[in-house]
């Protein structure tokens, strides 16, 4: 079992609703964390709402604005890492958006976006952190989704980026894994944050349709834990809750049913 105790952790998205749960698992844990995000106005939020809960681990948080689009923003966020905690020792690409558009009608820009944060911005901060991480046997891990692993109608641009990741991180794996390199990846269904509120549209702009969920939402401080106990673990994989893992079995089992399944619950969304 791996221990966190005094671990130099960074955690990318730290302040939407399940980046928070894991700052606020890993502080639990003896880590030591740096919480990324874009958003300086929520990140102060967060800080501030931890400090108020009286944590004996508040000192052990710092945060920095983070653009993990820019490479230039991701090395200067892994040095503030080193400078700060000696080193890193774990992490976490949590950041993500979303999108709901029926491809056809959807701007291609509104794609790359959703690549570029989703996919491209994990990829900087794996290559920022990686030297970090080879020379103190360290974790990567990548937030996933089902839609990492099976078609999801309307999230051509997100299906897209969490299947990207699914390549990268596995052929990463091969590639560190003998050299001491936890390479995990992690793939919820529905958790109760606000990543599908903010889901863009097919023009760029927030949908104005709500999204539509199977299975109920998982609560971010669960999931939180659960992503702990699998990196604690040395998991590769982690699906942490059952519709992801009832996806996880129909879609290779019976594929054809799945994508029917899916179809007919998720199409609704976009007769609205």
Known sequence: MRSFEARGVVITGAAGGLGQALVAAF??????????????????????????????HAAALMTLVCDITRPQDCDAAIAQAVALWGGVDVLVNNAGISHRSLFEGTDPAVLRKVMD???????????????QLLARRGVVAALSSVAGYAPLLGRTGYCASKHALHGFFD??????QERGVQVTLICPSFIATGIGAAGLGASGAVAATPRITTG?????????????????QGKEQLLPDRTSRLAWWVSRLAPRWYVRTMKRRVRTEFEQ
């Open 117 to 131: 944060v989703n996919f491209f911005g994990a990829v900087h901060m794996t290559h920022a952190a990686l030297p």
């Open 171 to 176: 052929t990463l794996r091969t590639e560190v």
């Open 27 to 56: 502080l639990q844990a003896g880590a030591r964390v740096l919480a990324l995000d874009c958003n300086a106005a929520a990140l102060a939020a967060m800080q501030e709402a931890m400090s108020a809960q009286g944590t004996d």
């Open 216 to 232: 109920g939402e998982s609560a971010p401080n669960d999931i939180a834990q659960r992503i702990l106990a699998a990196l604690a």
